[in-house]
């Protein structure tokens, strides 16, 4: 990219509350409707527009791009079992990026980054995805499993079944040398 090509810095009366270690990766301006703010993609994670507190790249179960329109659907914690978490869709997000530069590839980037393991399982009444994902400043992976809609999750024989493939796919990404 040359010199009269790159897009000026973030204004500081936009820029969100960093951690020390975090650094911005790209940034626009946008608007969901609501008004006008910055989306702002960091090393650790995401900002948007009314939110106090960043998004970690972990905690996007998707992000589409429209050419226009960044649309985020973040994850939400619905229960924490043995060794993962039970997640659900939030409602989805979407910033109107007039000028987008490099934000939309920053973000499929660093979320498509965070995932190491994903697998689609059938269970008792239903199905869901098993992943683990990479956390930013975090060792080790961090294991979700998101349920299909309609499917049972506090059953107890949906709740062992995916006790039961969470371990076998822990087992199968665990390194060989510990």
Known sequence: ???????????????PPLAPDERVLAWAAAGNGEGDGVVVASNLGLWLPGRGHRLGWHDILKAVWSGRELTVTPAERIAERDGYLVVADCPAETYLLVD????????????????????????????????ARR???????????????????DDEAVAAETDRLVAAARASTAPADV
Not at 1 to 15: C, E, I, T, V, Y
Not at 106 to 126: D, F, L, M, N, W
Not at 148 to 153: K, Q, R, V
């Open 1 to 15: 990219m040359g010199l009269f090509n790159r897009k000026p810095k973030l204004p500081p009366a936009d820029r």
């Open 100 to 131: 987008p530069g490099d934000l939309p590839h920053q973000v499929r980037a660093r979320v498509t980054r965070s995932v190491a393991y994903t697998v689609h399982h059938e269970v008792p009444g239903g199905a869901g995805r098993i992943a």
């Open 135 to 153: 956390v930013a400043g975090v060792d080790g992976l961090t294991w979700t499993v998101r349920y299909d809609p309609g499917t049972p999750a």
